[in-house]
DNA sequence: TAATTGTACATTGTTAACAATTAATTGCAA
DNA sequence: TTGCAATTAATTGTTAACAATGTACAATTA
């Protein structure tokens, strides 16, 4: 059964706008002017500034006093560097977490996940196909170590894809999760550590 | 000279707030109420909301829609072993970024933070040498990859540091601090790593 | 009694007006 | 024209009232 869940307005409107921002379509350094975006979404600037704020501590703005909030650079090749082997240190730890110890469920779901990148992807969706990517490894992430493990997990990984370009060449990216969803399966933990680290870069 | 910062309404009920969470006055699972802080620190509820927002991306605080916010809880171990990892990961980056590339006038400030932590200790102010220590650590990571960096580490730290007992005990806290400032300042960048590596844990 | 519904209360969510600050413009003088 | 000061406009920060939601408890029913 899918679950349909409930998403309060803020939550919207964060999505919408960490996809503008993922997809390019804010480009850095763009101004975020309060009163626009409360007309965009026909909301009053209270819980645009909610907004806001959830997204500047999520990396994808940057915002100064009694100035505003604006889309932030992309990460300096050294900092990329470090967000990739943090993020890998955090899944690998995901990874050992779920060994032997996922339901037929849960992987059923992650299946799920990658059928909808698999779609996103012979469409040429490339935005709502990082969404998707983000979302499997989210998935599991959460499985393995919870709410704290995610709030860990998301800034590194959203900092990261700002002005991603990978994911238009790669063929290959959705048979990568395949074998990470494989080697869960198996319970082999070595092969699903080496899956990671090469969706991972 | 001092700086003597200026910090907003808001940045200023953040530091009151994170203070109290991390010595403990805030106990976990501890509900915050947005009318009663609004009248602790004399504002409407818009910026206790904004604060809120933020001590909750930092993971020192756990939300739920229509129902508030309250402390969390501490990290289980195994989420704390690998916070420590992560942490290790970011300031020994942050130490070869500084390697040789460090003015007298940086290493002058850091020993002058150090300072004041001795001072703490010495009175058994225990929650200001904590935040003093945080304070040591925030400098030279800002200082070697900036504002960026320093958005990876911050949340790390935080949630690491709730309910951080090692701190009441050592009485060597200071001189490992005293010992990566010499390092940083014979630019042994080996010497660096393992003092860093020794301080965090 | 146990479960359920209904109601009153407390708390968060939202809004719009107003204040404070910053950015842009204008006018003036050298 | 250029540089600067004063003024104006645009934007963010704050506030207080109101709406919507969730919680606790009493009343009701099986």
Redesign the interface.
Known sequence: MKSNKIL?VREQIADVLRSDIISGELEPNAKLNEQKLAERFGTSR?PI??VL??LT???LL?SK?NVGSSV?SP??P??QK??I??RR??EE?AVK?LENNISEADLAQMDAIIDKMQEHFDKEEFTELTKTDIEFHKYFVGLA?G???T??WY??VL?MRMNYQRIRNSQTLVDEHRHIVDALRKNDLKLAISSIRKNIK
Do not use: A, C, W
Request: no cysteine; glycine share 10%.
């Open positions: 309060s209270g500034r909610d704020i959830k501590k999520e990396g940057v006093d932030s990460l300096t050294e900092l470090l967000s082997e943090i240190k955090i730890h977490q170590g709410e704290d493990l709030n860990l800034p590194v900092r």
